[in-house]
Nanobody
């Protein structure tokens, strides 16, 4: 079993930055691809960024050039550096990880961007 613990959310002004962290514990050698999703009130959950175990990344068009996903395999942690934040980035951000044939989700962390 893999457990994901997220941190780093908060309130920030438009144009500011936040860094989200998601630490995986449990079957640490079984963690494969990881990603960040977000869901705003009244909207569908959407993929923000993903990273493979080898470091390949993928981003939603809306965050390209502003967000950077990375991982520290020694710490079993994935990060999302969010720069130039916009009001439309306001959402609950969820960490997702694959391990074996299962997927795991973090509890979510609120990101609020004031305009």
């Amino acid at each position: 079993q893999v457990h994901l613990v997220e941190s780093g959310g908060g309130l920030v002004q438009a144009g500011g930055s936040l860094r989200l962290s998601c630490a995986a514990s449990g079957s640490i050698f079984s963690v494969g691809a990881m990603g960040w999703y977000r869901q705003a009130p009244g909207k569908q959950r959407e993929l923000v960024a993903a990273i493979t175990s080898g470091g390949s990344t993928n981003y939603a068009d809306s965050v390209k050039g502003r967000f950077t996903i990375s991982r520290d395999n020694a710490k079993n942690t994935v990060y999302l550096q969010m720069n130039s934040l916009k009001a439309e980035d306001t959402a609950v951000y969820y960490c997702r990880a694959f391990a074996g044939s299962y997927e795991y989700w973090g509890q979510g962390t609120q990101v609020t961007v004031s305009s």
